[in-house]
């Protein structure tokens, strides 16, 4: 019997165009992240979406071309449940660290939409915050688990700072959600990121380790701020994410 995430799995492969994949089992080199909205929420982001999707994408804003990979999980539109929360999924390859946020698909095309918000959440160190979900540390062959970053709260589309901004974020990790850290353990060690003071486990605290998530890319250069250099109209949104 095909399972139900595998067939939910196999379903967002498909629609998104990643690759072959056998409609009863998810790759072994990938993952699976979850999310809900409640459709009520959906209503009062900026763009009023009519559909939405997960979306997930690894950079190197050290290139001139920073998209290193992009996922997205199918569309949904939020009132298509009898005002029930709304499940979406995305398979993330286990070794690449993605940023994670919400976009409206542009004129049925599949790739990179328009942001509707960033997924914001705490690293444990300090008071930062970040978009970007690690991935497997070099040299760790164990399998990261799925995530389910349980019912996220669309309050707004606000800035951090700003409220004329269009640098929009959704916080992960408050009420009904889950922060991912809190989950994933880069260097399978049996502690989960948040928690980590060594995330890759190379005896660098994360603190003053300029690739915490030792995937081979500087940590700076995988941020959505490392971004804004390629944010032609200065509205603190990056290009990539106003096709």
Do not use: H, W
């Not at 399972?3 to 998810?26: K, Q, Y």
């Not at 509707?116 to 979900?133: A, H, I, K, M, N």
């Not at 889950?178 to 660098?204: E, Q, R, Y």
């Amino acid at each position: 019997m095909i399972s139900r995430r595998n067939t939910c799995i196999f379903m967002l492969v498909a629609a998104m165009g990643c690759g072959d994949v056998s409609p009863t089992e998810l790759p072994s080199n990938q993952r699976v992240v979850n999310v809900e909205i409640d459709p009520a929420d959906a209503t009062k982001l900026s763009l009023r979406p009519v559909a939405l999707q997960l979306a997930a994408v690894a950079v190197d804003a050290r290139l001139d071309s920073p998209v290193l990979d992009f996922r997205a999980s199918r569309a949904v539109s939020p009132g298509a449940n009898a005002g029930a929360p709304v499940r979406m999924s995305v398979a993330l390859e286990m070794d690449r660290s993605y940023l994670l946020y919400l976009q409206v698909p542009v004129d049925g095309r599949v790739g990179i939409g328009r942001m509707v918000g960033r997924l914001l959440f705490p690293t444990g160190q300090g008071s930062s915050r970040t978009s970007v979900l690690n991935g497997r540390a070099t040299g760790i062959s164990a399998a990261l688990s799925d995530l389910d970053l349980g019912l996220l709260t669309l309050t707004s589309g606000r800035s951090d700072t700003d409220d004329s901004s269009r640098d929009l974020v959704i916080e992960v990790g408050e009420d009904t959600s889950i922060n991912p850290l809190s989950a994933n353990d880069s260097d399978a060690d049996g502690t989960p990121d948040f928690d980590d003071a060594d995330d890759d486990n190379d005896f660098i605290p994360d603190d003053v380790d300029d690739d915490a998530n030792g995937d081979d890319i500087p940590d700076s250069q995988q941020s959505y701020e490392a971004l804004l250099k390629f944010d032609s109209d200065g509205d603190q949104v990056p290009d990539l994410f106003q096709p």
